[in-house]
């Protein structure tokens, strides 16, 4: 089945520096990627939409300075969280719709913990 | 704009009994909706398309267009299903994926 891989799994970094999440979808092509923020015991929140070769759509309230978003390949989509704060330590999950007339596939999450 | 609820938060029953995971959403177009569920410390995984109409773990949901509602129900609820489920909608094929809050089933020996 469509498989999409995020890396890494786990990281901390100390607050102001800046820490880059890959998501890539190993056996389709993705036009289109999303990036979910998800608190512990809580829900997935819908941070951005990743559009290949464009910018990425930025939902409301979520900074886009803060939280770089790159899909430059049909295959690759990065999140940056820049100048992270401890804030920002949470568990940030991508996702991808491989065809048309198939479910959401998601990736198996990223937890940063800043320090 | 889409809305996705989930009232229950945590939902305790005991291996045999049947299951009922709420789930409301409020959209004026024509939705596509479905369940996830998450194992402890596993990625979500898809359960349920209101479009395919099947039945995948003992679980089944339809889509009620006149209540708005996609309440997932398996008839005798086993331990291993025990995890999280997750409501959710589309509007498009491609369109963003929304969450409801969740429900955490607690399925007791």
């Known amino acids: 089945g469509a498989v999409v891989s995020q890396h890494p799994s786990r990281v901390i970094c100390k607050s102001g520096t800046s820490v880059k999440i890959e998501c890539r979808s190993l056996?389709?092509?993705?036009?289109?990627m999303f990036w979910y923020r998800q608190f512990p015991k809580q829900s997935l929140m819908l941070m951005a939409t990743?559009?290949?070769?464009?910018?990425?759509?930025?939902e409301q309230g979520v900074e886009k300075d803060k939280f770089l978003i790159n899909h430059a390949s049909l295959t690759l989509s990065t999140l940056t969280v820049t100048s992270a704060h401890p804030e920002d330590s949470s568990f940030y999950i991508c996702?991808?719709?491989?065809?048309?007339?198939?479910?959401?596939?998601f990736g198996s999450g990223t937890r940063l913990t800043v320090v | 704009a889409q809305r996705v609820t989930q009232p229950e938060k945590l939902l305790s029953v005991f291996k045999g009994a049947p299951v009922e995971l709420k789930c409301n959403y409020s959209?004026?177009?024509?939705?596509?909706l479905f369940w996830y569920v998450q194992y402890s410390r596993q990625r979500l995984q898809l359960l349920l398309r209101?479009?395919s109409r099947e039945s995948i773990k003992g679980f089944t949901a339809d889509l009620n267009k006149g209540e708005t509602s996609f309440h997932l129900k398996k008839p005798f609820a086993q331990e291993e299903d025990s995890a999280m489920y997750y409501c959710?909608?589309?509007?498009?094929?491609?369109?963003?994926?929304?969450f409801g809050t969740g429900t955490r089933l607690q399925v007791f020996p």
């Open positions: 996702s991808a719709r491989p065809w048309a007339n198939y479910g959401y596939t």
């Open positions: 056996d389709f092509q993705a036009t289109t």
């Open positions: 990743s559009n290949e070769g464009s910018k990425a759509t930025y």
């Open positions: 959209y004026s177009g024509s939705p596509e």
């Open positions: 209101h479009i």
């Open positions: 959710a909608l589309s509007r498009y094929n491609t369109d963003k994926l929304i």
